[in-house]
């Protein structure tokens, strides 16, 4: 099962967006999915049609008391399923540094996922701690919204340094831009002439776009009600181009 984790310092680039979004293109190209909701907002979740989701303990599950497996839902789009975020989640942190190996938590948490599903998709809440620095060294590819400010590639810097500084091995930090404005000069020099922190990132872009903002009106994914939307071919090609 390969795992990617939608991650950023920053709050607001697009993150849960592009969880959701390239969870269905991911499932929609045959993998079968879970999109696990680490947010205690439970945004990505909603978005998939969760409208109530029990409460779940981090200590539980942390400890072994709580089987996540059992939380997971099943949602209208073939072969996605969703793991709800939960408000018991704004423990994480303090769990998991108290936790034996905490570097490790995240990886013993996802094992038993790898018999039924063949992509995890964790969609992180902002912010650096323990709970990130697991997600880092659990992730095959940490894929990083950006969007074309100087305020966000700081954020960026400071995730490449962490991983660094924390040695997680097998990780790919892939950045992309993210509710990129070409019609704001900063925004399109950035795009047109990135700098050194966004040499790994894919060749497209996602726009700041009203269709992505009608995924709350929609609660879904962009191409099941506006396929034919710049928005939907971005999301899509960002898929292709991690995949």
Partial sequence: MKT??????????????????????AARAGEHVLLWDLDPQGAASWYLGVDEAAEVS??????GKEALGRHVQATVHDRLSVLPGSRGYRDWDAQI????????????????????FSLLILD????????ATSVLRAADRVIVPVVPTPLSLR??????THVDDKKVGKTRVIPFF???????????????????????APDVFVDYATHVEKMGEHRAPVA???????????????YQALA
């Fill in 4 to 25: 990617f984790a939608l991650y950023s310092l920053k709050g607001g680039v697009g993150k849960t967006a592009a969880a959701v979004n390239l969870a269905f293109e």
């Fill in 124 to 131: 992180c809440p902002p912010g650096i701690g323990a709970l």
């Fill in 178 to 200: 993210s509710m990129a404005d070409r019609r704001r000069r900063l925004h399109r020099e950035l795009i047109d002439s990135p700098p050194p922190s966004m040499k790994k």
């Fill in 58 to 63: 981090a200590k539980r599950v942390v400890s």
């Fill in 97 to 116: 540094h108290a936790a034996r190996q905490p570097r490790k938590v995240l990886e013993t948490l996802i094992d038993p996922f790898s018999e039924t």
């Fill in 155 to 160: 954020a960026l810097d400071e995730v490449l």
């Fill in 224 to 238: 099941t009600f506006a396929p034919r939307s710049r928005a939907a071919g971005q999301y899509r090609a960002l």
